[in-house]
């Protein structure tokens, strides 16, 4: 399993008249922490862009326990529990970092396509560098 | 069954760099889409929540099979397939509405809180407006 | 002078913790409003994309007199003073629709670049089209 | 003057279709910065807040130069140039990490109101907090 920690910090951007993080936003916080953990082990986005692969979202869940508030401080926990095959999936977990609290759960899976929308296989430097973790 | 097509049109702080909707905004589409079906039936949500009743999203799922493009005009097909009880389940299909073609589907569910964010049980008035419209 | 009048409507992902449209928002309101504006008058911006003219913002401005609330509509008034000539302005005045009053007035300018962001001469076709509207 | 550099990273959500930030997102980063800025000479907005001090923007504007793209790291500097009296102005600058350039200026003009929304003076505990900086 890979797994990286990744830390945001809510403003009032994302807080709604509840006074809570509006529930869209968890997505957004989702696409950075993937960013940054597919970073943390030497894929970048923009660089497997390049080599002419997107990673469109073709589902994306999230359950809410309790909101974040403003000037709180979240930890989203983010994993790739198993190899992708066809597809890969990202499983999130929000953190309110003060106290561990688990405020929210959700998860995002990604297919694999070329510049003009047509599906591909995942390519193999993504594959090779996703199994070499998962056997460190 | 409730249904409500709700029309919206895509614009540029909409679409990302694949040149398609980015996947958080659907989301924001799912809420306007529901507080028109919602007022359709003359349930306004300022009024709901003048009552001291919130309806927090507790879950959201979309799931991705085209995406809408810049200047596209999308219908939202938003249902309420059975009455809700402890929570509320809406539905989302969304079409191009030049081909009719199914873009997104999704669901949230939404609980029901007071001003303090304990759980309530559903207001009484919407329960016999929804159950009103079941029965029709 | 170039008038449009464009109606949207204040959802919950638009309101802050203050219980009002949060700043930024407005900018997205006033691109929906100018790109309705120029298809008013059959400039449809996707078309003058296909064309290899983009019009990013080089300059954008709101001033905030009363915050729009939540299932507020409101009439985004979106007028060309004067024909462009290097750059376009374009003004916005925004009312709160119950009673016509005024809540934030901004503007945007626009430049003209080609797909590789090198400036450009605004395209005849649009000057041409602008100034029959002046003309009228 | 106060002056403080607040660093964020630009993911997909910020980028439309030209591939740059859409250009209200800035005005999020300005929020960001401004409250980090506060932060850091304990000007907390949550407490603020508390206090009975609300800070709305009144006046917003921003400068475009040249976009920011994907996973660029920016630098937004963020100055108070003189003591607010009434009304409180914070300056923007925004730069590209890697090589320094100045992508986008801007400023931001707050008020003070109280929960109502009345106008209020700024608070002591604001001013003396800034008029100490500016005397250090």
Redesign the interface.
């Known amino acids: 399993m890979i797994t990286y920690d990744y830390i945001t ?1 809510i ?3 994302d ?6 993080v ?4 968890y ?2 916080f989702f ?2 922490a993937r ?1 940054e953990m597919l970073k943390g082990i030497d894929l ?3 660089d497997i862009e390049k080599e002419g692969y ?1 990673l ?9 326990k309790e ?1 974040a508030r ?2 709180d401080k979240i930890i989203i926990r983010t994993m790739i529990k198993k190899l992708p095959q066809a597809r890969m999936k990202i499983d999130y977990e929000v953190y309110r970092k003060t106290d561990n609290r688990l405020l929210v759960t959700g998860h ?1 899976v990604h297919g694999f396509i070329d510049k003009d929308g047509k599906p591909k296989r995942p390519p193999k430097f993504l594959l090779d560098r996703l199994s070499s973790e998962f056997h460190q």
Do not use: H, L, N
């Not at 509006?22 to 936003?25: E, G, L, N, P, Q």
């Open positions: 910090k403003y009032y951007k807080i709604d008249q509840m006074g809570v509006y529930y869209s936003r997505f957004e696409e950075q960013t970048i986005v923009t997107y469109p979202v073709v589902s994306a869940t999230a359950d809410y909101g403003f000037e995002t």
